[in-house]
């Protein structure tokens, strides 16, 4: 059985990535399972996605905890310890990062040595990552080395079909050429086997202590604990306000935001709190002298260390 | 007929457009939402024609499932964990007005604390409420026994509401290759609804909300609506026998894998039941000679069928996803309910509780399981109930809490984040 686990961040497209793989997979005649995996749902946030493939029906449920192939559409997650990208990966393993930095890099900076390949920066530019799902895909199937760049064609045809011609054929030719680029390397992945019922590390069950109520309530004894969480680290599109056409209505941006990230000061200007702005682009949509601008955080954060340098 | 990909949601919906649904009242909940989502789309496309109406809450909306249902057209909804719990004075009622309709529960565990993560504890909580229960281990099943439900909620003798449950994530977000019958196939199966006597008309007024003060005639309302339910296992194997003779696929009250000739058995509900069945093969395959014992109607429990399939087995390892406070899981309960004195009846009822909010039952625990199992039954012991829980697991926990002591005195001390 393969077993496939796709990293990402919310709005990236991971679900999707998943079906059109396993779709694919299902093309060529395999057993399959996908599903996506994540908390309450918002853009920005990690969430997983996974696949299985077999010849036979397939029992296994739930997460993937030996994966034969982990994809990571967004490399800036393999630091963050709820991610969970490198979880359960050894040499058996192959790994494919969208990444600007080389292979050995990761490999080292991992501690792995197995097979891992990095998505080449051409084949998107590292803004928005409006495609990174159908490139990871045409990368992994080609991989895989087991689904035909028919039943990829189709996969994508069939799984995008309600977003238009001109989208299915941008992801289309994404795809393809990722496929494509794999071409050496074609069959890289191995399904993984079983785990034995003769041979196996056995569980090591606690049984549970008593504590009393003030111990084991699930209540949080700390007022104001979302401030010590820095949600804007889960942002991939920075918004940027441009104070010279902000007309200082004083309530519109601060209004919409969902997340009370904008304060307004005693001027009338209204001020961004990036450690908690997750992202979400409505004061974007809702400002109206359009006087917030929307860029890529991987750009802003560059500008920023440019400033910081000089 | 035609094989795609659907998630446990997707086949749900399919089951209520192939029972040609009429009227859909909804309210929406994680992990639910998409079965209504899907039915509201094919209605927008005319791909079928029935009325969806969304209600202000899960407590009316099950009031507007059986009120429309007590009309005489066919009724179909859905619903999830807390939002059950949010109908539950009604489900209790309109089980009692005797309005056969089909409502989905994508289980989920409970608050507190909330939760995303499936168990059964929701489902459970509507064990007495008179509604008869299919629990689901595949999406095919899920829409196959919404097709089934069908008939068996409107079947003469039976008369009552059912739920479909299925888990959440693990089916409802999970695709797998479905099997969605041909429309005009299912639509004979189902067949039209005979709501018979059941007319309530505007014109016509009748009362639903009969009062009866005094236990005699109360006892008598009640007690019927017990034997109805009890009956209705006899009509489950009957529409499950015409369903496999249409459809080729036998859906027995409990679902028997590799048990026949096993000495040991597994015993588990729902969709987590098919980890067990693979754990099953990998103990064969080292001459363990174990099977699983899958009951698929909680409601009526299939207690009778229960007593033959488990008689002279060894052990027994029940592993209940949901907890009974003070008493522990409720399958285990039952299911010795209903072998105690039986001749026969296996001398070990092992029980486990694991997989609470959707927490993972590894293979290795399964090998566990069993390996206590067989150990138990050579000492003639039987052990205390289980909670699968790891060390890793609960020093995961003890961290947090260090987290919490310090942040609480912090607050203590006066100190704030900012």
Redesign the interface.
């Known amino acids: 059985m393969y077993r496939i686990r796709f990293h990402g961040r919310g709005g990236q497209g991971m679900k999707t990535a998943s079906r059109i793989l396993g779709t694919a997979f299902f093309l060529q005649g395999y057993e399959v399972q996908d599903a996506p995996r994540y908390g309450a749902e918002r853009r920005g946030a990690p969430i997983f996605a996974y696949v299985r493939a077999s010849k036979d029906p397939i029992n296994e449920r739930g997460i993937i905890s030996q994966p034969d192939l982990v994809i990571v559409a967004d490399d800036s997650l393999v630091p963050v310890p709820g991610a969970g990208v490198i979880s359960g990966i050894d040499a058996h393993t192959v790994l494919l990062i969208n990444s600007d930095e080389d292979p050995d890099t990761w490999k080292q900076r991992l501690n792995f040595n197995g097979s891992l390949f990095t998505l080449p920066v051409e084949t998107e530019a590292r803004a928005e990552l409006r495609f990174i799902g159908a490139t990871c895909t045409g990368a992994a199937a080609r991989l895989l080395g087991v689904i035909s760049r028919d039943a990829l064609t189709q996969a994508i045809r069939q799984e995008l079909a309600e977003l238009g011609d001109a989208i299915v054929e941008e992801n289309l030719s994404r795809a393809l050429s990722a496929f494509g680029l794999m071409e050496a390397h074609a069959g890289t992945v191995n399904a993984g086997s079983v785990v034995s019922a003769h041979d196996y590390q056995r569980p090591q069950w606690v049984d549970l202590p008593f504590d009393q109520a003030r111990i084991s309530a699930p209540a949080i004894h700390a007022a104001a604990t979302s401030i010590a969480v820095k949600t804007g680290l889960w942002r991939t599109m920075r918004p940027l306000i441009d104070y010279e056409h902000c007309n200082r209505c004083w309530w519109v941006c601060s209004t919409f935001c969902p997340d009370g990230a904008i304060n307004v000061d005693d001027e009338g200007y209204p001020h961004i709190d990036y450690d908690h702005c997750k992202g979400c682009m409505v004061c974007v949509a809702q400002c109206p002298p359009h006087a917030i601008a929307s860029i890529p955080e991987q750009d802003a954060q560059a500008a920023d260390n440019e400033e910081a340098r000089a | 007929m035609t094989r ?2 659907l ?1 446990g949601n997707g086949a749900a919906a399919w089951g209520a457009r192939l029972s040609a649904s009429d009227y859909i009242p909804a309210f929406p909940i ?1 992990p639910q939402t998409e079965i209504i989502e899907t039915l509201a789309g094919w209605i927008d496309n005319s791909d079928l024609d029935a009325r969806l109406v969304t209600l202000e809450s899960e407590h009316s909306m099950i009031t507007a499932a059986a009120a429309a249902a007590s009309t005489g057209v066919r009724v179909f909804s859905a619903t999830s964990s807390q939002g059950l719990l949010y109908g539950m004075e009604m489900l209790y009622t309109v089980a009692g007005w005797r309005s056969p309709f089909v409502l989905v529960n994508v289980s989920r565990g409970l608050a ?2 909330i939760t ?1 993560g499936p168990d059964h504890n929701d489902i459970m909580a509507a064990r007495d409420s008179g509604f008869l229960q299919i629990h689901c281990a595949t999406c095919q099943e899920v829409l196959d026994s919404t097709l089934i439900a069908f008939r068996l909620a409107e079947h003469t003798r039976v008369r009552l509401p059912v739920i479909v449950n299925l888990d959440g ?2 089916l409802s ?5 479905v099997d969605i019958p041909d429309s005009k196939l299912a639509r004979q199966y189902v067949g039209d609804y005979d709501a018979e006597n059941i007319r309530f008309r505007a014109s016509a007024p009748l009362s639903q909300a009969v009062a009866v003060l005094g236990g005699s005639p109360y006892s008598y309302f009640r007690y019927e609506s017990h034997l109805a339910a009890q009956d209705s296992l006899e009509i489950y194997h009957e529409v499950t026998e015409e369903f496999n003779q249409l459809f080729g696929r036998q859906y027995d009250a409990i679902d028997c894998y590799r048990s026949d000739d096993a000495d040991y058995v597994f015993v588990m509900m729902g ?2 039941a ?2 067990a ?3 099953v ?3 064969r ?2 001459g ?1 000679a174990i099977g699983l014992l899958r009951p698929r109607l909680m409601r009526p429990f299939p207690a009778q069928i229960f007593q033959q399939l488990l008689a002279c087995k060894k052990g027994v390892a029940v592993i209940d996803q949901n907890l009974s406070m003070g008493m522990g899981g409720v399958l285990h309960s039952e299911l010795a309910a209903s072998l105690y004195g039986q001749a026969h009846a296996p001398p070990l009822l092992m029980s486990y509780i694991g997989g609470l909010g ?1 927490r ?1 039952i ?4 399964f ?2 399981i ?1 390996s206590e199992l067989r150990l138990s039954a050579e000492q003639g012991k039987t052990p205390p109930p ?7 697991e ?1 020093r995961e926990v003890r961290k947090l ?1 260090a987290v ?2 310090v ?2 005195q ?2 203590d001390e006066g100190n ?3």
């Open positions: 795609k990909l998630t994680t507190s604390p995303l994530f693990y977000f999970t695709r797998e290759p969709s987590f098919t980890k069945k693979e754990a093969d990998q103990l395959d080292t363990f959707g993972d590894s293979s290795e625990e090998f566990e069993a289980r909670l699968l829980y790891t060390k890793t609960l809490q919490a002591h942040e609480r912090d607050l704030t984040h900012e």
